[in-house]
T-cell receptor, first 112, second 111 residues
Framework: DVKVTQSSRYLVKRTGEKVFLECVQDMDHENMFWYRQDPGLGLRLIYF???????EKGDIPEGYSVSREKKERFSLILESASTNQTSMYLC???????????FGPGTRLTVT | GDSVTQMEGPVTLSEEAFLTINCTYTATGYPSLFWYVQYPGEGLQLLLKATKADDKGSNKGFEATYRKETTSFHLEKGSVQVSDSAVYFCVVVTNAGKSTFGDGTTLTVKP
């Protein structure tokens, strides 16, 4: 089974802090994604990566950056956290050109 | 652009009731269609899929048929259980691999 883990289930940070969310997968998938999930808005794609050191902006990249130095690890960075970034963050992976995505359990981030 | 419209929730049913969650989509070409389920405190997991018109996806008693003429992929289950309480997402994936998620429908099943 594919396993996707995220560094924290719950995180509380202060406005202006730099925040790192980490995602690790164990199945050698090329593609990795970061989404945020908000009530009534479904899942929105922040960034994705289709290979090491490669990244592409999703639908809502503003205020975020990403890093993929190793194939199994994809980090989401909030350079200066703001209260409107309070949300559930979900990481997902996908193999090659298949369409099914495998999700981690999510990190619920609260910015105060 | 592509879009997915799901039935608004929350939906509350009694155990053994019939479930329908409506999903319609707009997308170019011949997309693949998915239903994902998110149980409380967990990430999303694939429930079922259909990759071409008239395909029926099924899993755990849930079914959905890819209807190209009506651009729909409605989720159904004949007899729901308390353990089916979750959030359900309809997802369209285009040939280019781009995924578009519906807003999610929260289902609560009461004993």
């Amino acid at each position: 089974d594919v396993k996707v883990t995220q560094s924290s289930r719950y995180l509380v940070k202060r406005t202006g802090e730099k925040v790192f969310l980490e995602c690790v997968q164990d199945m050698d998938h090329e593609n990795m994604f970061w989404y945020r999930q908000d009530p009534g808005l479904g899942l929105r794609l922040i960034y994705f990566s289709y290979d090491v050191k490669m990244k592409e902006k999703g639908d809502i990249p503003e205020g975020y950056s990403v890093s993929r130095e190793k194939k199994e690890r994809f980090s989401l960075i909030l350079e200066s956290a703001s209260t409107n970034q309070t949300s559930m963050y979900l990481c997902a992976t996908k193999y090659g050109t298949t369409y099914e995505q495998y999700f981690g359990p999510g990190t619920r981030l609260t910015v105060t | 652009g592509d879009s997915v419209t799901q039935m608004e929730g929350p939906v509350t049913l009694s155990e053994e009731a019939f479930l329908t969650i409506n999903c319609t989509y707009t997308a170019t070409g011949y997309p693949s269609l998915f239903w994902y389920v998110q149980y409380p405190g967990e990430g999303l997991q694939l429930l079922l899929k259909a990759t071409k018109a008239d395909d029926k996806g099924s899993n755990k008693g849930f079914e959905a048929t890819y209807r190209k003429e009506t651009t729909s992929f409605h989720l159904e289950k004949g007899s729901v259980q308390v353990s089916d309480s979750a959030v359900y997402f309809c997802v369209v994936v285009t040939n280019a691999g781009k995924s578009t998620f519906g807003d999610g429908t929260t289902l609560t099943v009461k004993p």
